[in-house]
């Protein structure tokens, strides 16, 4: 079964870290571009960080740029999100899906041709 499962989101006061995990399997995941999305309360998705399929090529967010780090281990078959210095306003659940590139649309990057999608995982940042 072809398969995205996140995990890492939890409670975490502003200012703080947290790392997020998406395990893939059922498919081959080295051969997939892959993005975080999050989607805020009562908003739509938000494309915040893309990585190419051999890691060299990143896309990331102004909103979050200098606070989030998107990588994988394609060994592992995992992508992962790096946040740190986390605000309210990251307060999301948060998605990976694997598609076949991506396009720029206002700074921010959409997954193209999205396969695969996990279930996500939630984020809140609070105090």
């Known amino acids: 079964e072809e398969q995205l499962v996140e995990s890492g989101g939890g409670l975490v006061q502003p200012g703080g870290s947290l790392r997020l995990s998406c395990a893939a399997s059922g498919f081959t995941f080295t051969t997939y571009a892959m993005t975080w999305v999050r989607q805020a309360p009562g908003k739509g998705r938000e494309g915040v960080v893309c990585i190419s399929s051999d890691g060299g090529t990143r896309n990331t967010a102004d909103a979050v740029k200098g606070r989030f780090t998107i990588s994988r281990d394609n060994a592992k078959n995992t992508v992962y999100l790096q946040m740190n210095n986390l605000k309210p306003d990251d307060t999301a659940v948060y998605f990976c899906?694997?598609?076949?590139?991506?396009?720029?649309?206002?700074?921010?990057?959409?997954?193209?041709?999205?396969?695969?999608w996990g279930q996500g995982t939630p984020v809140t940042v609070s105090l």
């Open positions: 899906a694997a598609g076949t590139g991506w396009k720029t649309v206002q700074g921010a990057c959409v997954i193209l041709d999205p396969d695969y």
